[in-house]
T-cell receptor, first 113, second 114 residues
Framework: AQSVAQPEDQVNVAEGNPLTVKCTYSVSGNPYLFWYVQYPNRGLQFLLKYITGDNLVKGSYGFEAEFNKSQTSFHLKKPSALVSDSALYFCAVLSYGNNRLAFGKGNQVVVIP | EAGVAQSPRYKIIEKRQSVAFWCNPISGHATLYWYQQILGQGPKLLIQFQNNGVVDDSQLPKDRFSAERLKGVDSTLKIQPAKLEDSAVYLC????????????FGSGTQLSVL
């Protein structure tokens, strides 16, 4: 079965600094990888996905993610963090074997003004 | 465009009581999902519908949980009887139907079982 690891519980970053949220995955076959964000009292919102092609994927709100097959990673990045980026971020992997999206436990991002 | 609608927003019940959650997906979305999100964990798929048929319910505790999507549009998730460990946020999501598509989530129902 597929799985996702998000090793850090919380990521603190100063406003204007680069933001990185780490994700590693385990899946049989080619992975389909996603990032979602959850703001307080809101449902999850799609940020970006990797299906195939360019390893660098650009998404909403200035976020991007880099797929690294050898390291089985899909880290989320933003060059300059905003206070409004403070939220819970989830990495997810889809396996075509069972068509089920498996989410990581999430990372709380706190952007300090 | 209207998003995924869920109700109620909050629900507090005592253990062994029953509870039901309602979801109305985005118009035209064939696939509907119910996820359980326990505090500190990522969402876990409970059941997935394609139109009004069940695609995946392998992680649904069928002795107490049930779900239906009778007309292929809105859906109801029921728990009977509830246990303390059912305290969680129940999220509904929908998509057009391709498995590699993004999901659209509702705001969820926060259930507290006392």
């Amino acid at each position: 079965a597929q799985s996702v690891a998000q090793p850090e519980d919380q990521v603190n970053v100063a406003e204007g600094n680069p933001l990185t949220v780490k994700c590693t995955y385990s899946v049989s076959g080619n992975p389909y990888l996603f990032w979602y964000v959850q703001y307080p009292n809101r449902g999850l919102q799609f940020l970006l996905k990797y299906i195939t092609g360019d390893n660098l994927v650009k998404g909403s709100y200035g976020f991007e993610a880099e797929f690294n097959k050898s390291q089985t990673s899909f880290h989320l990045k933003k060059p300059s963090a905003l206070v409004s980026d403070s939220a819970l971020y989830f990495c997810a992997v889809l396996s075509y074997g069972n068509n089920r999206l498996a989410f990581g436990k999430g990372n709380q991002v706190v952007v300090i003004p | 465009e209207a998003g995924v609608a869920q109700s109620p927003r909050y629900k507090i019940i005592e253990k062994r009581q029953s509870v039901a959650f309602w979801c109305n997906p985005i118009s035209g979305h064939a696939t509907l999902y119910w996820y359980q999100q326990i505090l500190g964990q990522g969402p876990k798929l409970l059941i997935q519908f394609q139109n009004n048929g069940v695609v995946d319910d392998s992680q649904l505790p069928k002795d107490r949980f049930s779900a239906e999507r009778l007309k292929g549009v809105d859906s109801t998730l029921k728990i009977q009887p509830a246990k303390l460990e059912d305290s969680a946020v129940y999220l509904c999501a929908s998509s057009f139907g391709r498995v590699d598509e993004k999901l659209f989530f509702g705001s969820g129902t926060q259930l507290s079982v006392l």
